[in-house]
């Protein structure tokens, strides 16, 4: 049988998704729903379609011409749209979950209403609202230290925390009703103090294989400085854990997981097929979830893939055929460091339409391209994250070396993050959890 794979998404992380796909000894042909002329994607897909990745009725009227047998679909949005829902209705099974399974990204109230009904442990004290009815006094009773966000898809950007983006409650109100007033819902929670990571799971609905543990760093600037962006860069570390955990954490992230996957089940009667990404935060009163998402992260996957080596494509065909208990799935024992060039002025005012030299760094495998498009021969800026390197190393810092002297070879008006995987600011992470414990 030949597997006819449709990538909805062209990014980095379907660049990396698509990479890893090649990799495999089985019969198939790839092709890619595209918002830009990924060079990445190009080189590796058989077939690139231009058009809009949120257009359910494109997506599914070219996998049926293409007579397509798998779809794996990248970002959230389409998910959110109801594309498996549609493609499954075509009887093309997916690598993503349903609209109503997607929720658990989709709807921050949703995922944390679910997590209360199965008395899931990690959850927040929360409020949903969709007026400004009861905000200032909820606020009044968090004192200076609350968490707001968006309940709906944002690009990562619609998270204000107090202290680091929201200073006063007067702020806090203008953003609420900022948001009431576009007709959005909004959630207000208690603030967490800790530090932040993250566990991806391949899930067919009964069964996890999980990745090893990664932390991303949202902030654009050094010292994790400046506003929120999609994620400047990621690293893992070779026991699959992170050096400011203890043994207990990564077990406790693995429950969580698991305890998602069979809620989700037990309210919806339908397997959850894809990926489950739970963020969560080492705190001084334990692992608390942050946030779910329905897909892979993005720079994550770059890490995760690049571990990977059990073959992507016969995970996929477990997940979707209820049989990912019976795959070994294998990662290797190195640390991973991933950082993303990005355009001066990301994330607020980025630079678009100038070229990019990727010409001296000597191997391009390790290049994943985002927002960029081939264009006569050369790279130009699209105006969101760039390209990432990512590199494997014995240490954390080893890769990291290897991975800041090939993202400084890249040419263009760009910027990236110079202290991710570095041990200073590790180090640093180290001592504040051991202060928070």
Do not use: W
Request: proline share 3%; with cysteine.
């Amino acid at each position: 049988m030949e597997y006819r794979i449709l990538i909805v998404g062209s990014g980095a992380r379907e660049h990396a998704i698509t990479r890893s796909i090649r990799k495999t000894q089985i019969d198939h042909k790839l092709f890619c729903i595209a918002s830009n002329k990924n060079p990445g994607i190009i080189n590796i897909c058989d077939e690139l379609i231009l058009g809009d990745i949120e257009d359910v009725d494109f997506i599914v009227e070219n996998a049926v011409q293409r007579k397509c047998n798998l779809a794996i679909v990248g970002p959230e949005n389409p998910l959110f749209k109801g594309v498996v829902d549609r493609l499954k209705e075509n009887n093309i099974p997916s690598i993503g979950p349903t609209k109503d399974l997607a929720q658990i990204e989709t709807s921050k109230s949703f995922a944390r209403d679910l997590m209360k009904e199965y008395e899931i442990d990690g959850l927040p004290i929360y409020q949903s609202f969709s007026s400004m009815n009861g905000v200032k006094e909820y606020l009044n009773n968090h004192g200076e230290d609350y968490v707001l966000k968006y309940d709906g898809l944002a690009g990562g950007k619609g998270v204000k925390v107090s202290g680091e983006h929201i200073f006063n409650h007067e702020e806090a109100l203008d953003y609420c009703q900022n948001i009431v007033n576009s007709n959005g819902k909004f959630i207000i929670e208690e603030k967490f103090i800790g530090e932040e990571f993250s566990l991806m799971s391949f899930s067919d609905g009964k069964t996890l294989k999980h990745m090893p543990l990664i932390q991303d760093h949202k902030r654009a600037y050094e010292g994790d400085e400046g506003p929120n962006t999609g994620g400047m860069g990621t690293y893992s570390d070779k026991d699959h854990s992170l050096p400011f955990l203890e043994k207990g954490d990564v077990s406790i992230a693995k429950e969580t997981n698991e305890k998602i996957i069979e809620a989700l089940f037990k309210k919806f009667g339908e397997r959850y097929i894809g990926i489950l990404y739970g963020g969560f935060m080492v705190t001084k009163s334990g692992v608390k979830v942050i946030e779910y998402n329905a897909r892979f992260g993005d720079p994550e996957a770059m890490n995760a893939l690049s571990l990977l080596e059990t073959d992507l494509l016969t995970i996929f065909n477990a997940m979707v055929n209820g049989d990912l208990g019976g795959v070994d799935v294998r990662f290797k024992n190195q640390a991973t460091v991933c950082k993303y060039a990005v355009p001066i002025g990301y994330p607020t005012d980025p630079i678009k339409g100038s070229s990019v030299d990727v010409s001296m760094v000597a191997d391009n495998q390790v290049i994943s391209y985002g927002s960029v498009n081939a264009q006569n021969d050369k790279i130009i800026l699209a105006g969101s994250r760039t390209l990432c390197i990512t590199e494997l190393g014995d240490t954390i810092a080893e890769a990291e070396l290897v991975v800041e002297e090939k993202i400084s070879k890249v040419i263009g008006s760009l910027f990236h993050r110079t202290d991710i995987g570095k041990s200073e600011l590790i180090d640093k992470k180290i001592e504040r959890m051991n202060k928070i414990r």
